[in-house]
């Protein structure tokens, strides 16, 4: 299905328009009950928030980067308001998300007691993200552009595959695509089948943090089945670090496969819940971690010292977003 409009938390807008595009950023993340924590005061406020998320579109927008999809699922802090009150205020273009979070850090609590009430499966997930992308977010107005799911370690739960097929059924209804999260890379084969078997085609799917192992087989086989994958966590986790990612990226980008991959850094911008105590941010570099720029500042001179060309690179940015938004199977 070919649509040339996207929605975006401002309005509706031509893919044409998206321009170089980051495909993995959130500017808020809260874990599922971080108000129970009642010791610890909220770390920012939405002023704060709002001051924070507009220095750092100035540092994208200065870097020529026009758009981003925050792919945050409805039950891991995602905040619309947020979103279009600093995309107003700066004209920068972001794409939010309907969907849930995996089992173990997500909101499954809610709905597995529902399940009680003959309520909460997979119909009741459904209508809710159909709603979400045609109707619009609870009162904002705003719509979602894209669904997003995520699996953890291991076997699928019953409760994942339940929002997979949710996922699935809203996205053959509404045309609209699916972005996951996988741990390490892994289980993105599992979770292609299931989308695909359920009627998504492979080009409205990005597998996500794809680059959480570099192991070239794998990367080739989801490439293979026609799916974009996630080079989109640049920075994040100094146990993978981002050498390998580098050389996993160039491994494809020799054999030019550019044209199925998209790119992020999968950095968290605010929190007002303190998930990550405060010594513990202390020790992370901040150039690095969690920063919006790295990608730009250091993987893109890395990329073209390996041997990338600069074409392979605004593919990624720029002709790739558009396309998977369009919905071009080519």
Not at 39 to 57: S, W
Not at 98 to 106: A, D
């Amino acid at each position: 299905m070919l649509t040339n409009k996207i929605e975006t938390v401002t309005g509706t807008i031509d893919v044409d328009q998206l321009g170089p595009t980051l495909m993995h950023e959130h500017l808020r993340v809260e874990f599922a009950g971080w108000e129970s924590n009642t010791k610890v005061p909220p770390l920012q406020t939405h002023e704060e928030m709002v001051e924070v998320c507009i220095k750092d579109i100035t540092g994208l927008q200065e870097r020529g980067v026009k758009s981003m999809l925050d792919p945050c699922p409805i039950d891991l802090g995602r905040d619309v308001n947020l979103a279009k009150e600093v995309s107003e205020k700066t004209g920068f273009q972001i794409i939010c998300a309907t969907g849930l979070y995996k089992e173990e850090w997500g909101g499954a609590p809610y709905w597995k007691f529902r399940q009680n009430f003959g309520m909460g499966g997979i119909d009741e997930m459904t209508d809710l993200f159909v709603h979400e992308l045609t109707k619009g977010i609870g009162d904002t107005g705003i719509k979602a552009g894209i669904i997003k799911v995520a699996t953890g370690h291991g076997e699928i739960s019953d409760y994942d595959m339940a929002v997979l097929q949710a996922a699935a059924a809203a996205s053959v209804e509404t045309g609209a695509p699916v972005t996951t999260h996988t741990e390490e890379g892994l289980g993105g084969d599992v979770q292609q089948k299931i989308l695909m078997d359920a009627g998504v085609p492979a080009h409205r799917i990005i597998i996500g943090h794809t680059c959480g192992n570099d192991d070239h087989e794998f990367h080739l086989k989801l490439l293979e089945k026609g799916t974009y994958v996630g080079f989109d966590r640049f920075g994040i986790t100094p146990e993978f670090p981002d050498e390998k990612r580098v050389a996993s990226l160039l491994r494809l980008l020799k054999k030019n496969r550019e044209n199925r991959i998209v790119v992020g850094q999968d950095s968290v911008w605010c929190s007002a819940g303190g998930a990550i105590p405060e010594e513990v941010w202390a020790t992370l570099d901040r150039d690095v971690v969690f920063n919006p720029l790295h990608f730009h500042d250091h993987i893109i001179p890395q990329l073209l010292e390996g041997g990338a060309t600069q074409e392979q690179i605004d593919t990624m940015l720029i002709d790739n977003p558009r396309r998977f938004f369009l919905g071009d199977p080519d």
